[in-house]
């Protein structure tokens, strides 16, 4: 070690610091099927509906219009 470049021990140093706070940053997270709204089926439901909604955005205001 005491041969070594100090900007490669710089970097290196800075790499382990860098894996270190991104593991403690993933382990915070909640996990994913969580995020994204629960069981994979729900999700998909979600990811329909939404782009029904965004190839016919009309059907959601006559949607809205005719319930009132």
Same mark, same amino acid.
């Given at each position: $070690?005491? @041969?070594?470049?100090p900007? +490669?021990?710089?970097e /290196?140093?800075? $790499?382990?610091?860098r894996? !270190?706070?991104?593991? /403690?940053? %993933? %382990? !915070?997270?909640?996990?994913?099927?969580?995020?994204l *709204? *629960?069981?994979?089926r729900?999700? #998909?439901?979600?990811? #329909? +509906? %939404?782009l029904a #909604?965004?190839?016919?955005?009309?059907?959601? *205001?006559a !949607? /809205? @219009?005719?319930? %009132?």
């Open positions: $070690m005491e @041969n070594w470049d900007s +490669v021990t710089f /290196i140093g800075s $790499m382990i610091h894996e !270190r706070v991104a593991r /403690i940053e %993933a %382990a !915070r997270r909640p996990r994913s099927d969580t995020v *709204g *629960g069981t994979p729900e999700s #998909l439901a979600t990811a #329909l +509906v %939404a #909604l965004w190839i016919a955005p009309s059907v959601r *205001g !949607r /809205i @219009n005719g319930a %009132a």
